[in-house]
């Protein structure tokens, strides 16, 4: 009896291949959205709480100079984060771009390997049917031997 081969075995670690590569890339896409939305959330306590301080030194003291460069400041920390938000949902884009080619990947290589399956059955099938043509004929051999 012949061993089972596949003859697509390469074209299956391809696919694993490909697979493997691009967990990876989501992987390396979900940390990077993860960091961003991290610096978001750093941006967004740091200017609710400048803007409590700013209001706390509104109620002290009307040196026009420090109002002024808080007010810069405010203003700064809010362009940073419509820049933060940007750069936030380039990140999220990745992301769901990446896992897009996981799923595809997964599914391609899913396709291979019901394919490995059903050839390994069928194959099964074939190996099971000739031994049990084997058996017949050997069992017609012994009949006729003792007939005679």
Same mark, same amino acid.
């Given at each position: 009896?012949?061993? *089972?081969?596949?003859? @697509?075995?390469?074209?299956?670690? $391809?696919?694993?291949?490909?697979?493997?590569?691009?967990?990876? !890339? *989501? /992987?390396?896409?979900?940390?990077? +959205?993860?960091?961003?939305?991290? &610096?978001?959330?750093?941006?967004?306590?740091?200017?609710?709480?400048?803007?409590?301080? *700013?209001? #706390?030194?509104?109620?002290?003291?009307? !040196?026009?100079?420090?109002?002024?460069? =808080? =007010?810069? +400041?405010? *203003? &700064? %920390?809010? !362009?940073? @984060? $419509?820049?933060?938000?940007?750069?936030?949902? #380039?990140?999220?884009?990745?992301?769901?771009?990446? %896992?897009?080619?996981?799923?595809? /990947?997964? &599914?391609? @290589?899913?396709?291979?390997?019901?394919?490995?399956?059903?050839?390994?059955? #069928?194959?099964?099938?074939?190996? @099971?049917? /000739?031994?049990?043509? +084997?058996?017949?004929?050997?069992?017609?051999?012994?009949?006729?031997?003792? $007939?005679?």
């Amino acid at each position: 009896m012949k061993k *089972f081969k596949f003859r @697509l075995e390469a074209l299956l670690k $391809v696919r694993q291949m490909q697979k493997e590569q691009a967990e990876i !890339n *989501f /992987a390396t896409a979900t940390a990077k +959205y993860l960091s961003e939305k991290g &610096k978001m959330s750093r941006l967004e306590e740091q200017l609710t709480s400048n803007i409590e301080t *700013f209001s #706390q030194f509104q109620k002290q003291c009307l !040196n026009i100079e420090k109002i002024k460069s =808080h =007010h810069n +400041y405010l *203003f &700064k %920390l809010k !362009n940073e @984060l $419509v820049q933060q938000k940007e750069i936030l949902l #380039q990140a999220e884009m990745e992301q769901k771009k990446a %896992l897009q080619a996981l799923e595809n /990947a997964m &599914k391609n @290589l899913n396709i291979i390997e019901k394919l490995k399956i059903k050839r390994l059955t #069928q194959y099964k099938s074939e190996i @099971l049917q /000739a031994e049990q043509q +084997y058996l017949d004929d050997l069992g017609i051999q012994v009949y006729t031997r003792r $007939v005679r």
